[in-house]
T-cell receptor, first 115, second 111 residues
Framework: KAGVTQTPRYLIKTRGQQVTLSCSPI?????VSWYQQTPGQGLQFLFE???????NKGNFPGRFSGRQFSNSRSEMNVSTLELGDSALYLC??????????????FGNGTRLTVT | SQQGEEDPQALSIQEGENATMNCSYK?????LQWYRQNSGRGLVHLIL?????REKHSGRLRVTLDTSKKSSSLLITASRAADTASYFC???????????FGTGTRLLVSP
């Protein structure tokens, strides 16, 4: 089975712009979660989608949004980028979602740099 | 949801030695998971131990869970340079709670 695929791998954007990141989960997995990783804050949970519905949300401003499609692929969008949004964005898929004894399978992330 | 706290923050050992890292958490759990992250990459799931289990093995990895002390430990035996990575624990509660990761233990295994 192919693993979790995240595109693009690297991205450079300017402050004020918006960005869309993509995640293709492992085939058959219905849950996709997104995390932001920075040296200062560590790994922080953004949101989880299960069967196209947002099931959990972290403490991020409304500039961060996501969605999940019927084929379980997910996108996250960040609008009005700030320098502090520079981070490694990780996507993880699982069979039945968090809280269901389903381990997370992570992609290798999208490295976003905001200048 | 709750965050696990890993200890120590950093660990430096020689190849062939054993590495032990610990995790503490605060409230009751459904299971506890351990993950590894190599620099700049995604996390890799290592082991999931359920709340009714006390010990679990996978290759050179041994995980213990003590629910009375709300703690877990990960032992890597006969470490190799390739084990150099950050290790995270993630306690998972019941229901559809989000999985929260701590700051991890950075393990450096020198040849």
């Amino acid at each position: 089975k192919a693993g979790v695929t995240q595109t693009p791998r690297y991205l450079i954007k300017t402050r004020g712009q918006q960005v869309t990141l993509s995640c293709s989960p492992i085939s058959g997995h219905r849950s996709v979660s997104w995390y932001q990783q920075t040296p200062g804050q560590g790994l922080q949970f953004l949101f989880e989608y299960f069967s196209e519905t947002q099931r959990n949300k972290g403490n991020f401003p409304g500039r961060f949004s996501g969605r999940q499609f019927s084929n379980s692929r997910s996108e996250m969008n960040v609008s009005t980028l700030e320098l502090g949004d520079s981070a490694l964005y990780l996507c993880a898929s699982s069979l039945n979602g968090q809280g269901d004894n389903s381990p997370l399978h992570f992609g290798n992330g999208t490295r976003l740099t905001v200048t | 949801s709750q965050q696990g706290e890993e200890d120590p923050q950093a660990l430096s050992i020689q190849e062939g030695e054993n590495a032990t890292m610990n995790c503490s958490y605060k409230t009751s759990i459904n299971n506890l998971q351990w993950y590894r992250q190599n620099s700049g990459r995604g996390l890799v799931h290592l082991i999931l131990i359920r709340s009714n289990e006390r010990e679990k093995h996978s290759g050179r990895l041994r995980v213990t869970l003590d629910t009375s002390k709300k703690s877990s430990s990960l032992l890597i035996t006969a470490s190799r340079a390739a084990d150099t990575a950050s290790y995270f624990c993630a306690p998972e509660g019941t229901g559809f709670q989000k999985l929260v990761f701590g700051t991890g233990t950075r393990l450096l295994v020198s040849p």
